[in-house]
């Protein structure tokens, strides 16, 4: 992962806390909520995250393998959300980078046209297989996860930080 100047260091992400992450992000989204369209899809945010800081770990085949998930969950159209999810994965791995190193308010412009653009490919597969417009609502869901993507940083991060250790022997 790649850091800014005079930010600490962090211990290497667990990969059971990766997987844990992603388990109950989907746990989440399978809740019955009555999933008003403009609910955020808490599954893609980690998803994002989890490629913007560990892309060799979650990929585009997890992210597939999420959506399909997703699919056979809200019987929707067999790949619409795993369309959606690989082109997130796919554009969060093509800008990891360059997104690791603008602060907080920056990493969310970069992201919000991502998250609006594969809601943009999951309307249109839906309205070319012949499904219903959800409405205009619809479109507070990437803004939503545009703005929970902090507390995404702050939380999926917590177990990566140091604690200060005020050892003289051992700089780092």
Do not use: C, K
Request: zero cysteines; glycine letters at 8%; aromatic letters at 10%.
């Amino acid at each position: 992962m790649i850091m800014r100047p005079g930010d600490p260091l962090l211990l290497p992400a667990n990969p059971l806390f990766i997987v844990f992450t992603l388990l109950l992000a989907l746990a989440v989204n399978l809740l019955p909520l009555g999933r008003h369209p403009a609910v955020p899809d808490v599954l893609a945010l980690v998803l994002v995250f989890w490629a913007v800081h560990q892309p060799r770990r979650v990929g585009i085949f997890a992210a597939f393998g999420f959506g399909l998930a997703m699919d056979v969950h809200q019987g929707a159209l067999l790949g619409q959300h795993a369309l959606g999810y690989t082109l997130l994965s796919f554009g969060a791995i093509a800008m990891h980078r360059r997104l690791l190193w603008f602060e907080l308010p920056s990493q969310m412009l970069h992201l919000l046209p991502l998250f609006l653009g594969v809601q943009l490919v999951t309307l249109l597969v839906r309205l070319a297989a012949g499904g219903m417009f959800p409405g205009w609502s619809m479109w507070l869901a990437p803004g939503l996860q545009t703005l929970l993507w902090p507390v995404a940083v702050l939380l999926l991060l917590a177990p990566q930080r140091r604690a200060p250790d005020p050892d003289q022997n051992r700089p780092l």
